[in-house]
């Protein structure tokens, strides 16, 4: 009889067995390049673990530069494998709006991968589902939200959930690309799931407290609108009631609360590094808001007497992509994209950052400057601009762009109003190399000191 060890050793020494593999490896790859690797554009090479990501991936951790850096050898729409599933990459701004505008029904889908049912937590979350009849319902509800109600004391409630997810997930959960190496990685999908629980928790409690101290029509904030939207589709029996369940209702919530408030502070974070960094721009928007509003608060409808003040608001959502690259996008049909045909299932993902930093459009994308936005009157930009998509494009474009736009004018008005912005290390030493995660784009840590002025 042979010890286990034993057989191990002798098949580990038996050349037939090593030529079956290598034969078997030689078939699998034939078949594969045959069914799938084909019918993809040109792109990384699609090993198991591809060699070439993680040799970059040690460089660039962060996952919107490292696939700029491939952008370089592949051209402007590439496929970048992972664990055999390929990513469709657009960096270049026409073959985005080809995909999202021209096409603008083909790329509506999301992946219903493991952070998707997690996301998804048995009802229908609006960022991880395909684009449907619920969806457009779930989608017109938080625009209604947004609308009745842009600023809300829940935002502050529910802060650091987000952050945790965002850290854990990072560049997406390993799992997410190859369910096999689920059991290595369940620790960070149960720290997410945790986070996600207690995230949902606190906001089923606002939504259960909310409907007690409802008013017919009186909306003070998100939590109410949502509920108003609801007890509407019931007294009119709409046919979208059925998609208004309390669980998807508290999942929108969720969104808004989850989606908001992290980009903004994030981007708020930028704006103070590159205030700091910079105290003529802070001169230039102090004197614009003594000139244009005096000694009084500044409002939201004062943006149109302010271009400067919110030329820095955009230039900073160009300049550190606080997204960088769009959600993933999945073609819902057989479709082409830049003249390759893509079957339907295809992940396609946008790098927004990679348009944001084009050079042939920005000339000198690499500089924080927001005169970009202004033309030679010194006004903002009217006419459409390209190469700007900050939120996205299209249909699945991000519905809360008014209402970051509006909180980091008023919060970066308000703030030189009051304040001068001085960086520990002094004007013109701000490291723009971000953290190296990727969901949102957040700078280092650093320090400001504020002045009264
Ligand atoms: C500086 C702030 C923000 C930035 C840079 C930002 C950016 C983005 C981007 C790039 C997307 C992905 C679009 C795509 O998949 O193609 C997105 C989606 C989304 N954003 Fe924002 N966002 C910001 C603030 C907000 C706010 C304030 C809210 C809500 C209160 C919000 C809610 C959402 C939602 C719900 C989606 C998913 C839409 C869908 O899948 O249909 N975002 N955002």
Redesign the pocket.
């Known amino acids: 009889m042979m010890t286990a060890s034993e057989i191990f050793r002798s098949i580990c020494l038996n050349s037939g067995f090593w030529a079956a593999v290598f034969l078997g490896l030689v078939v699998y790859y034939a078949i594969f390049y045959l069914t799938t690797f084909r019918q993809y554009p040109k792109g990384t090479i699609p090993l198991p673990l591809s060699l070439e990501l993680i040799y970059r991936y040690s460089r660039t951790p962060q996952l919107s530069r490292l696939l700029a850096s491939l952008q370089q050898k592949y051209g402007n729409l590439f496929t970048s494998w992972g664990c055999g599933k390929p990513y469709i990459i657009v960096s270049d701004w026409d073959l985005m709006k080809e995909a ?1 505008v021209s096409k603008r029904n083909h790329f509506l889908g ?1 992946p219903q991968n493991i952070t998707a049912r997690m996301m998804n937590a048995g009802y229908a979350n ?3 589902m395909d684009y449907g009849p619920e ?1 457009e319902v779930l ?1 017109k509800l ?1 625009h209604s939200a ?1 609308r009745f109600h842009a600023s809300d004391p829940d935002f502050i409630v529910i802060k650091n959930a987000p952050e945790v997810i965002y850290w854990e997930l990072r560049n997406g959960l390993p799992s997410d690309f190859f369910p096999a190496l689920r059991l290595f990685f369940l620790h960070r999908e149960w720290k997410v799931k945790k986070a996600y629980r207690e995230f949902l928790d606190v906001i089923q409690k606002q939504y259960t407290e909310h409907c007690k101290t409802y008013e017919d029509g009186k909306i003070r904030n998100f939590t109410d609108a949502v509920i108003c939207a609801r007890e509407e589709a019931e007294q009119e029996e709409k046919d979208c009631l059925k998609y208004l369940s309390i669980g998807n209702l508290v999942l929108v919530l969720a ?3 989850g ?3 992290d ?2 502070l ?2 708020l974070r930028w704006i103070l590094l590159l205030l700091g960094n910079s105290p003529e721009i802070q001169d230039k928007i102090e004197k614009e808001l003594r000139t244009s509003i005096g000694d009084r608060c500044v409002v939201q409808t004062d943006k149109a007497s302010c271009p400067y003040t919110f030329a820095v608001v955009m230039e900073t ?1 160009r300049f550190a992509s ?2 960088g690259l ?4 999945v073609s819902l049909l057989h479709t082409e994209l830049g003249g390759h045909k893509l079957p339907k299932g295809t992940s396609v993902v ?1 790098n ?1 950052y990679s348009i944001h930093q084009n050079k042939e459009h920005w000339g000198d994308p690499e500089n924080f400057r927001p005169e970009r936005f202004l033309d030679s009157e010194g006004q903002l930009l009217s006419h459409q601009l390209t190469h700007y ?13 008014k ?2 736009y509006v ?2 004018f008023l919060m970066l008005a308000r703030l030189i109003q009051r304040c001068k912005v001085f960086l520990s290390t002094g004007p013109g030493t701000a490291n723009t190399d971000p953290k190296p995660i990727s969901v949102v784009t957040m700078p280092r840590d650093y320090k400001v000191f504020l002045e009264k002025r």
């Open positions: 999202l999301r609006l960022v991880f969806w989608r938080v947004i969104v808004l609360f989606g908001g408030v980009t903004t994030t981007a959502l606080v997204i769009s959600l993933e996008h946008f927004l998509v900050p939120f996205g494009l299209g249909r699945r474009q991000c519905p809360g762009e209402l970051a909180n980091l």
